[in-house]
C-alpha cells in the first residue's frame, strides 16, 4: 500500500506541474524526512478509511517560480496570494491522488488545505515521503497516515 500511495501522489504531481505549469521534467526520490526552514508547509488532511495528512513543503524559490508562471507576474517575496496558489497546487494534487485512488476499496476524502507546520508527536503506521526535482525547484512531500 505505501508505495501505491507514494506512486499516487508523485503521478498527480507531475500531471498538475505538466498541465498547470507546463513541466514535463520531473524526477523524485524517496525521503525520511526532509528540512525546509525557508519555506511554506502546506498541510492537506486526509480522513476515511485512512487518517492522517500530507505535508507539501515548498520552498521559498520554487513557490516563487509557480506562482510567476501561474500568473504571468513577477513576485519577489511570500504573500497572501503566494501562499493561497500554491495552497491550491496541493489541493488538486490531493484531489488527484484520491480519485486515482477511488478504485481501491478503501474510502477517504481530503480537507481544504491550510498553511502549517509538520510538527506533531502522534504516530502513524503509514510513514513516508520523497522530493520531486523540477526545474524550477524542488517540492517535497511527507505522508502520515493509519487505519481507521
Known amino acids: 500500500m505505501l508505495d501505491k500511495l507514494y506512486k499516487a501522489f508523485?503521478?498527480?504531481?507531475?500531471?498538475?506541474?505538466?498541465?498547470?505549469?507546463?513541466?514535463?521534467?520531473?524526477?523524485?526520490?524517496?525521503?525520511?524526512?526532509?528540512?525546509?526552514?525557508?519555506?511554506?508547509?502546506?498541510?492537506?488532511?486526509?480522513?476515511?478509511?485512512?487518517?492522517?495528512?500530507?505535508?507539501?513543503?515548498?520552498?521559498?524559490?520554487?513557490?516563487?517560480?509557480i506562482v510567476n508562471i501561474m500568473s504571468g507576474m513577477e513576485f519577489d517575496e511570500v504573500d497572501v496570494f503566494v501562499i493561497s496558489a500554491v495552497s491550491e497546487i496541493a489541493n488538486i494534487i490531493s484531489g488527484n491522488v484520491i480519485t486515482a485512488l477511488s478504485d481501491n476499496e478503501l474510502r477517504y476524502d481530503i480537507l481544504p488545505p491550510v498553511q502549517g507546520t509538520s510538527d506533531d508527536d502522534k504516530e502513524y503506521e503509514i510513514k513516508t515521503g520523497g522530493c520531486i526535482i523540477t526545474p524550477i525547484g524542488e517540492v517535497c512531500l511527507d505522508l502520515r497516515l493509519n487505519r481507521a
Request: glycine share 6%; proline share 4%.
Open 10 to 65: 508523485i503521478d498527480a504531481t507531475y500531471n498538475v506541474f505538466n498541465l498547470m505549469l507546463n513541466i514535463s521534467e520531473i524526477s523524485d526520490h524517496p525521503l525520511d524526512e526532509f528540512s525546509c526552514d525557508n519555506g511554506i508547509d502546506i498541510v492537506v488532511e486526509i480522513v476515511g478509511e485512512l487518517q492522517g495528512k500530507v505535508i507539501y513543503k515548498f520552498p521559498v524559490d520554487t513557490s516563487l517560480n
